[in-house]
Structures are given as structure tokens and as C-alpha cells.
């Protein structure tokens, strides 16, 4: 059974960084697209940023690109999260999402991954 567990969510002040980190336990890691989703109480979760197996393939939300970085080690199973510059409307609920499906493009939807971690919180004071 698949599992993903997030770590690094916290509080911290507008301007300044966070990196969270998300680990997969139960499959082979490096078959997997990799994402970070976020969602705020009320609205969808949406995409923040995309990998693919081996990094060639990344894709940012418009709100992430420029400060926010994606990455993973797949010798540790772990993909990580950099955000840097961060202002209150980064303050959202982040989740990390696996699939393993083959695509054509980077998958942008919730609908399209099978795994996801617990969430983890990120709080940006003004």
C-alpha cells in the first residue's frame, strides 16, 4: 500500500521560506509523477507544482513560478517543496499526490493522482 507522508509545514512571516519535504513508502518511487497541491477551507485544491520520474519535466502554477522550487531524490524516495517569498495568500493546507499512470503531459488535476499525504499546514503572517 502506497503511502505519503509530509513534513515542513509551520508558520513563518511574509518574505520568508519554508521547504517541505514528502516521503513515499509501499512502491516504487521513481515510477511515480511527483506534485504539491494546496487548498484554502472552501475552495478546490489546486495544483502548485509538478515532477516527473527523472526531473527532465516540471511545471508551476503561475502563482509558484519564480519563487517556488520542486525536487525530488528518488534515492531517498522524497520530493521536496522550496518556497521561498512566501506572502499570506501562500497560507493553504499542502498536500503531496503521486500517480503513476503514463501521460502525455504533466497531470495538473487532483482527479489524475491515486495517492495523497495527510496535508500539511503552511501559515504566512502578514
Known amino acids: 500500500q502506497v503511502q505519503l507522508v509530509e513534513s515542513g509545514g509551520g508558520l513563518v512571516q511574509a518574505g520568508g521560506s519554508l521547504r517541505l519535504s514528502c516521503t513515499l513508502s509501499?512502491?516504487?518511487?521513481?515510477?511515480?509523477?511527483m506534485a504539491w497541491f494546496r487548498q484554502v477551507p472552501g475552495k478546490d485544491r489546486d495544483i502548485v507544482a509538478v515532477?516527473?520520474?527523472?526531473?527532465?519535466?516540471?511545471q508551476y502554477a503561475d502563482s509558484a513560478k519564480g519563487r517556488f522550487s520542486i525536487s525530488r531524490d528518488n534515492t531517498k524516495s522524497t520530493v521536496y517543496l522550496q518556497m521561498n517569498s512566501l506572502n499570506p495568500e501562500d497560507t493553504a493546507a499542502y498536500y503531496c499526490?503521486?500517480?503513476?499512470?503514463?501521460?502525455?503531459?504533466?497531470?495538473?488535476?487532483?482527479?489524475?493522482?491515486?495517492?495523497w499525504g495527510q496535508g500539511t499546514q503552511v501559515t504566512v503572517s502578514s
Open positions: 515532477i516527473n520520474w527523472n526531473s527532465d519535466t516540471i
Open positions: 509501499g512502491g516504487s518511487f521513481s515510477n511515480y509523477y
Open positions: 499526490a503521486a500517480d503513476r499512470k503514463l501521460h502525455f503531459s504533466p497531470p495538473l488535476y487532483q482527479f489524475n493522482y491515486d495517492y
